[in-house]
C-alpha cells in the first residue's frame, strides 16, 4: 500500500514540477520576446539617425544639426548598452533557472534508479524475477495464490513504468542540459555585443567632442548664423499665432460661432483628448533633434532655444501625414519655412510646418494618415519637419508638447 502512495505522490511531485517550470519557460520567452521587440525599435531608430548623420555631414552650415545628431546617437547607443545590460541580466536569471532544473532532474534520475534497484533486489528476494509462475505455484492455497499472481502482475507493472520514467528524465535531462549550453553561449554573445557598443560609444563621444572643439572655432559665424535662424524661428511663430486669432475672429463672425464651443466642436476636442501617446508620427522615419520648449543650444554657450513644437530630422522628400481626423483651417508660405498646414481638431490644432509639393487646401476635410506634402529641402540634403500642437479655445492659446499625442518612439 505505502509503495502505491508514493507512487501516486511522486506522479503528483512530477505534474507540478511540469506546470511550474512551463510558468517559468512561459514568462521566460515573453520575457526575451519583449527585450527583442526593444531592442529592435532602438537599432532601427541608430540606423536612420547614422544614415542622417551621414547626410549632415556633407553640409558645412549643418554643423549644429550633426551635433544634434550625434547627441541623439549616443542617447540611443547609451540605450542599447543598457538593453545589452537587461538581456545579459535575463539571460543569467534563465540560466540559473536552467541549472537549478538540472540539478533536480538529475536527482530525480538518480531517486528513481535508486528506487528501481530497490525495487529488483526485494523482487529477487521473493525470487519473483527468476520464475514469477514458480512463486505463483509455491502457494499454499487458492487465496494466496491469486494474491501472488496479483502482486507479480503489480511487479510487472511498476517495473515497466519505473524503465519508461527512467528513460523519459534522462531525455528530459539531457535536453534541458543543451539549452544551458546555449544560454551560455547566448550570453557570451550578448557580452560581446555589449562590449562592441561600449567601445562604438566611446568613438560617438570622442567625435562630438572633436566636432564640438571645431565648432568652437567658428563661434562667430556660428552666433551669426544663430540669430538669423532665431529670427527665423520668431517670424515663424507670429505667423502662426496671427493666423490662428484670424480663424477664431471668423469662426465667431460665423452664425455658428467659434468652433470649439460648439456641441460638436466638445466631441472633436475630447476625442483628440483621449488619443494622448496613441496618435501615428507625422513623418514614417526621423528623430527629433530639438524637443519642446525652452532648451540650450547644443554648441553655442549662453544660448537658449525657445521651441513650441518639435524639430523631426529626416530625408528630404519624406511624406507627410496628419495624425488625426481634422479640417485643414489654414495653408500658408513662409520664406525659408516652406509651405505650412494647420489642420483644426476642435479646440486643438496642429501645425506641419516646411512642406512642399502640398496637395491640401482650406476648409478639406482630413483624416489619419492623409498626405500634407513632402518634407522641403534641397534633394539629397538633411530636412526637417517642424511640427506643432496648440490648445486653442476660448482666451487660451497654448502651445503644447506634441510628444504627449504620439505614439512612443
Known amino acids: 500500500m505505502w509503495r502505491g502512495v508514493r507512487q501516486v505522490l511522486l506522479g503528483c511531485l512530477l505534474v507540478a514540477a511540469a506546470l511550474l517550470s512551463t510558468g517559468d519557460v512561459w514568462g521566460q520567452t515573453t520575457d526575451k520576446e519583449a527585450l527583442q521587440k526593444e531592442?529592435?525599435?532602438?537599432t532601427q531608430q541608430l540606423k536612420t539617425t547614422e544614415n542622417l548623420l551621414k547626410q549632415a555631414k556633407s553640409n558645412r552650415d549643418d554643423a549644429a544639426q550633426q551635433v544634434s545628431l550625434l547627441n541623439k546617437k549616443i542617447e540611443l547607443r547609451e540605450k542599447l548598452v543598457r538593453h545589452h545590460q537587461a538581456t545579459i541580466r535575463s539571460l543569467e536569471r534563465s540560466m540559473r533557472g536552467t541549472d537549478t532544473e538540472l540539478r533536480t532532474l538529475e536527482g530525480h534520475v538518480s531517486a528513481l534508479k535508486d528506487e528501481y534497484a530497490r525495487m529488483v533486489q526485494q523482487a529477487y528476494r521473493m525470487k519473483l524475477g527468476a520464475n514469477p509462475l514458480l512463486f505463483v505455484f509455491a502457494a499454499?492455497?487458492?487465496s494466496q495464490a491469486a494474491l501472488r499472481f496479483r502482486l507479480v502482475q503489480s511487479y510487472t507493472?511498476?517495473?515497466k513504468q519505473q524503465v519508461e520514467q527512467i528513460e523519459g528524465a534522462q531525455i528530459e535531462l539531457a535536453e534541458v542540459r543543451v539549452t544551458l549550453?546555449?544560454?551560455r553561449a547566448a550570453v557570451e554573445t550578448a557580452l560581446a555585443e555589449q562590449q562592441a557598443e561600449r567601445d562604438a560609444l566611446r568613438a560617438d563621444r570622442g567625435e562630438r567632442t572633436a566636432l564640438v572643439d571645431q565648432l568652437?572655432?567658428?563661434e562667430k559665424r556660428l552666433r551669426k548664423a544663430q540669430k538669423a535662424q532665431e529670427k527665423e524661428r520668431q517670424r515663424l511663430n507670429d505667423e502662426i499665432k496671427r493666423i490662428i486669432e484670424a480663424e477664431l475672429a471668423a469662426e465667431r463672425a460665423s452664425a455658428a460661432g467659434e468652433f470649439a464651443l460648439t456641441p460638436e466642436g466638445k466631441i472633436v476636442s475630447e476625442a483628440f483628448e483621449k488619443n494622448q501617446r496613441t496618435l501615428p508620427w507625422p513623418v514614417m522615419r526621423g528623430v527629433v533633434t530639438q524637443g519642446f520648449g525652452r532648451q540650450p543650444h547644443p554648441t553655442l554657450s549662453g544660448i537658449t532655444i525657445e521651441n513650441n513644437g518639435i524639430d523631426i530630422t529626416t530625408e528630404a522628400g519624406n511624406r507627410v501625414l496628419s495624425i488625426f481626423q481634422g479640417t485643414v483651417s489654414s495653408v500658408f508660405n513662409l520664406p525659408g519655412a516652406g509651405t505650412s498646414v494647420i489642420v483644426t481638431h476642435g479646440a486643438y490644432r496642429t501645425v506641419y510646418t516646411n512642406l512642399a509639393n502640398c496637395p491640401v487646401k482650406?476648409?478639406?476635410?482630413?483624416d489619419v494618415g492623409t498626405f500634407l506634402g513632402n518634407v522641403g529641402g534641397a534633394e539629397g540634403a538633411n530636412s526637417v519637419l517642424h511640427f506643432e500642437?496648440?490648445?486653442?479655445a476660448g482666451n487660451e492659446r497654448t502651445p503644447v508638447d506634441p510628444r504627449k499625442w504620439l505614439t512612443a518612439k
Open 39 to 42: 531592442r529592435d525599435r532602438i
Open 140 to 142: 499454499e492455497d487458492f
Open 157 to 159: 507493472s511498476v517495473r
Open 181 to 183: 549550453n546555449e544560454e
Open 216 to 218: 568652437q572655432a567658428e
Open 362 to 366: 482650406k476648409g478639406q476635410t482630413v
Open 389 to 392: 500642437v496648440w490648445k486653442v
